[in-house]
């Protein structure tokens, strides 16, 4: 039972109250086991998430040598299944819910070489900017980036950038700034996530001139 008592046009409020069971699901996806809390991100497609996910990480094409951060991570799914092809992944993410189920998903997963951060990706990502970050993955929300973000990623330079995107006009504006700058779009591949709607996924490849 989710209790909102805010007078907005939030869906949710902040408070969950369990009624029966653990208060939580779990899914299998790529052969690993995700736990979902109520107020955490996940994708409600599980067949074409496969697909999802498969396409970001052949356009990632990860040698296992590369250190990679998981922007939006959410519970930790794209950078936990990344991890099995690079050298470290670090997921960062707003939903403090999210990293928690984040963090236990990399435990139960047996994952060693992923660590999840609760904050602004933007300004994680500055702060890094003298370390060397070959990939960045990042699913934002629908409203797309910030130009905070694009900024941070434009000052992080890393050598590719994975995109999934749930909302096409909004990946059109946020690549017309990163390829106005360093980025050139190297493939996109749409993938349809909702049968019988005009909603669509699409994973973009970008990489640094």
């Not at 099995?84 to 435990?107: K, P, S, T």
């Not at 702060?127 to 900024?151: I, N, Q, W």
């Amino acid at each position: 039972l989710n209790v909102n008592d805010r007078q907005t046009s939030m869906v949710l409020g902040d408070r969950n109250i369990v009624l029966y069971g653990p208060g939580f699901i779990k899914d299998r996806l790529m052969g690993l086991t995700f736990r979902i809390s109520p107020s955490s991100f996940y994708q409600v497609n599980p067949v074409q998430t496969e697909v999802l996910y498969g396409k970001a990480m052949e356009f990632a094409a990860m040698t296992g040598k590369e250190r990679v951060i998981d922007a939006y991570c959410g519970t930790g799914t794209i950078g936990i299944i990344a991890s099995g092809n690079a050298r470290d992944v670090i997921g960062v993410e707003l939903n403090r819910d999210a990293i928690r189920d984040a963090r236990m998903n990399a435990r139960e997963n047996k994952i060693r070489n992923v660590r999840f951060v609760p904050g602004d990706a933007g300004w994680f990502m500055e702060g890094m900017a003298a370390e060397k970050v070959e990939v960045v993955l990042m699913d934002p929300p629908r409203s797309g980036s910030d130009r905070k973000f694009l900024h941070s990623l434009l000052t992080l330079s890393p050598e590719k950038i994975v995109y999934v995107s749930c909302n096409p006009e909004t990946l059109a504006r946020d690549l017309a700034c990163l390829t106005k700058r360093d980025y050139l779009v190297k493939k996109m591949q749409p993938v349809d996530m909702f049968p019988l709607t005009d909603l669509v996924e699409v994973v973009c490849l970008l990489e640094n001139r």
